[in-house]
């Protein structure tokens, strides 16, 4: 079956705009978790969403954001970009809560750079 | 706060030795997870500890999860070129109200042929 799919791969904004990526988790599955990946700071846990619900928020200031649909599909929107949001940012699905009695499935992530 | 600590941050190896990565969690931790994540890749779920004191094997890699739940590691035995990559444990706290997935920073292995 198809894996997590995120869009975009790759995008370059400036500061001030803001961005939306997707993910789309495998079928099926009902949470979707974000990670913020950047060099020597391993993954850093955004927030995650189940059933449309948000479950869990990491420390990440209000200008990240995310939703999820009924379909199960999440968007994340990071508002008035700074340079230090350029990372890795990284969706992962599951059948159940993250952490739970199975394993998350990670997408090929959106790469984001803040010029 | 709530932490794991993942020691080493970096390990350079040669082709054939030994590797071991640590997780220590200032909590009990319900569960303990291990993803491996090639450069350029995603991460990739390795194996999951339930129960105290648990030891799993998969080929040449061995985890352990500690009798207090609260530390493990995962020992790689005649590493090869194919085990270069990051390794992450993420520990799962969950106490009444208090559920969270917490991740270690990660050691990054290299292997040299």
């Known amino acids: 079956k198809a894996g997590v799919t995120q869009t975009p791969r790759y995008l370059i904004k400036t500061r001030g705009q803001q961005v939306t990526l997707s993910c789309s988790p495998i079928?099926?599955?009902?949470?979707v978790s974000w990670y913020q990946q950047t060099p020597g700071q391993g993954l850093q846990f955004l927030f995650e969403?189940?059933?449309?619900?948000?479950?869990n928020k990491g420390n990440f200031p209000g200008r990240f954001s995310g939703r999820q649909f009924s379909n199960s599909r999440s968007e994340m929107n990071v508002s008035t970009l700074e340079l230090g949001d350029s990372a890795l940012y990284l969706c992962?699905?599951?059948?159940?809560?993250?952490?739970?009695?199975?394993?998350?499935?990670f997408g090929e992530g959106s790469r984001l750079t803040v010029l | 706060g709530q932490q794991v600590m993942q020691i080493p941050q970096y390990q350079h190896v040669q082709e054939g030795e030994d590797f071991t990565t640590y997780c220590n969690s200032s909590?009990?931790?319900?569960?303990i997870q291990w993803y491996k994540q090639r450069p350029g890749g995603h991460p990739v779920f390795l194996i999951q500890?339930?129960?105290s004191g648990e030891v799993k094997k998969q080929k040449r890699l061995t985890f352990q999860f500690g009798e207090a739940k609260k530390n493990s590691s995962l020992h790689i035995t005649a590493t090869q070129t194919t085990d270069v990559g990051t390794y992450f444990c993420?520990?799962?706290?969950?106490?009444?109200?208090?559920?969270?997935?917490?991740w270690g920073l990660g050691t990054s292995l290299a292997v040299n042929p």
């Open positions: 992962a699905s599951s059948l159940v809560l993250a952490g739970g009695h199975g394993e998350l499935f």
């Open positions: 079928s099926g599955h009902r949470s």
């Open positions: 969403y189940f059933s449309e619900t948000q479950r």
């Open positions: 909590t009990t931790l319900s569960n």
């Open positions: 500890l339930v129960k």
């Open positions: 993420a520990g799962l706290i969950n106490a009444g109200n208090n559920r969270k997935l917490i």
